[in-house]
C-alpha cells in the first residue's frame, strides 16, 4: 500500500511569489490535513480537508489556503510568500473514524 | 486555547529507560498521540491513547491520565537508533482526529 505522497519534495521561491503543493493520501483515506513545522513553533495545525470540505482550520492568515479534490487529493497554496514561510510543511492521511494520521516526507519550501 | 507541554531535551543512556511528560491544558480532548521524529524524516505513528491508563507496545509504553492532563511515554532498552524528537499530540473534538501538537522532545541516546 503506498503511504502518503507529497510533492515537490523541495522548493526554493522568492518573496512575494505564490507556492501550491500536493499531496496524495494513503488510498481509502479521506481526510487530509496539513501542518507547517519550523524550529522555532513545531508543527502547527493548518487546516483539515475531509470529503473536499475544509473541516477543521488553524491559526494562519488567509494567504494560506487549500482544497481537496474528489479522489481526495489535496493541494495548498501559499499566496505572497514572505521570508517567515520557509519551512517544512507536512500533509498527513487518516480514516475518518481512526486516530492515527500517516504523514508524508513533507516539502521543505525555502524563500528567498 | 491549547496548551500542550513537554521537555525540549533529555538525554538517556544506551540500555537505560526513559520517560518524556506531556502535560496538556486544550478546550476538547479525542485522544492523545505520540509520535516520533527523526531529523529529516516525516513524523510516524507511536501510540493512541484515549482511556486511562498504560497502554504497552514492544519497547515502548505510553500512559494517560485524563484528569490531569497527563500523558508521558516510556522507552525501555534504549538503543542509538531511538535519538530522535517525540511529539506529544491531543486529538481536539468536533468530529475530528486531527492531533494537535506539542513542540517535541529531542531524546539524545549516547553509548
Known amino acids: 500500500k503506498a503511504g502518503v505522497t507529497q510533492t515537490p519534495r523541495y522548493l526554493i521561491k522568492t518573496r512575494g511569489q505564490q507556492v501550491t503543493l500536493s499531496c496524495s493520501p494513503i488510498?481509502?483515506?479521506?481526510?487530509v490535513s496539513w501542518y507547517q513545522q519550523t524550529p522555532g513553533q513545531g508543527l502547527q495545525f493548518l487546516f483539515e480537508?475531509?470529503?473536499?470540505?475544509?473541516?477543521n482550520k488553524g491559526n494562519f492568515p488567509g494567504r494560506f489556503s487549500g482544497r481537496q479534490f474528489s479522489n481526495s487529493r489535496s493541494e495548498m497554496n501559499v499566496s505572497t510568500l514572505e521570508l517567515g514561510d520557509s519551512a517544512l510543511y507536512l500533509c498527513?492521511?487518516?480514516?475518518?473514524?481512526?486516530?492515527?494520521?500517516?504523514f508524508g516526507q513533507g516539502t521543505r519550501l525555502t524563500v528567498v | 486555547g491549547q496548551n500542550i507541554d513537554q521537555p525540549t531535551e533529555m538525554t538517556a543512556t544506551e540500555g537505560a529507560i526513559v520517560q518524556i511528560n506531556c502535560t496538556y491544558q486544550?478546550?476538547?480532548?479525542?485522544?492523545l498521540f505520540w509520535y516520533q521524529q527523526h531529523a529529516g524524516e516525516a513524523p510516524t505513528f507511536l501510540s493512541y491513547?484515549?482511556?486511562?491508563g498504560l497502554e504497552e507496545k514492544g519497547r515502548f509504553s505510553s500512559f494517560l491520565s485524563r484528569s490531569k492532563g497527563y500523558s508521558y511515554l516510556l522507552l525501555k532498552e534504549l538503543q542509538m537508533k531511538d535519538s530522535a524528537s517525540y511529539l506529544c499530540?491531543?486529538?481536539?473534538?468536533?468530529?475530528?482526529?486531527?492531533?494537535?501538537f506539542g513542540r517535541g522532545t529531542s531524546l539524545i541516546v549516547h553509548p
Open positions: 499530540a491531543v486529538g481536539l473534538s468536533g468530529g475530528s482526529y486531527i492531533p494537535t
Open positions: 480537508y475531509f470529503s473536499e470540505t475544509q473541516r
Open positions: 498527513a492521511s487518516s480514516l475518518p473514524t481512526a486516530g492515527e494520521a500517516f
Open positions: 491513547n484515549v482511556l486511562d
Open positions: 488510498s481509502g483515506h479521506r481526510s
Open positions: 486544550t478546550s476538547g480532548f479525542n485522544g
